[in-house]
Nanobody, 119 residues
Framework: QVQLVESGGGLVQAGGSLRLSCVASGSIFSINAMGWYRQAPGKQRELVAAITSGGATNYADSVKGRCTISRGNAKNTVYLQMNSLKPEDTAVYYC?????????????WGQGTQVTVSS
């Protein structure tokens, strides 16, 4: 089991910045990757950015050049630095970890943090 706790969401004007943080606890030794997803009202949850245990990163096209995902030194913390925010970035942002189970990879989710970008 992995527990994920997010922080850092809030209300920001277009063009502003926010930094989201996520701390994992529990079976962190089995984490293969951590990332951020978002879900806007009426839309499906989508990947924003992810980082593997080896440090490889992956970004959605919509945030490339504006967002940076990174890990803390303890490797159980992941950050998402979001710059040049747009109203279309408004969503609930969820921290995700992908953990190696005995046979399958298991997804864990945080409770989500609201990001609202005003125009």
């Amino acid at each position: 089991q992995v527990q994920l706790v997010e922080s850092g969401g809030g209300l920001v004007q277009a063009g502003g910045s926010l930094r989201l943080s996520c701390v994992a606890s529990g079976s962190i030794f089995s984490i293969n990757a951590m990332g951020w997803y978002r879900q806007a009202p009426g839309k499906q949850r989508e990947l924003v950015a992810a980082i593997t245990s080896g440090g490889a990163t992956n970004y959605a096209d919509s945030v490339k050049g504006r967002c940076t995902i990174s890990r803390g030194n303890a490797k159980n913390t992941v950050y998402l630095q979001m710059n040049s925010l747009k109203p279309e970035d408004t969503a609930v942002y969820y921290c995700n970890s992908k953990n190696q189970g005995r046979f399958l990879e298991i997804d864990y989710w945080g409770q989500g943090t609201q990001v609202t970008v005003s125009s």
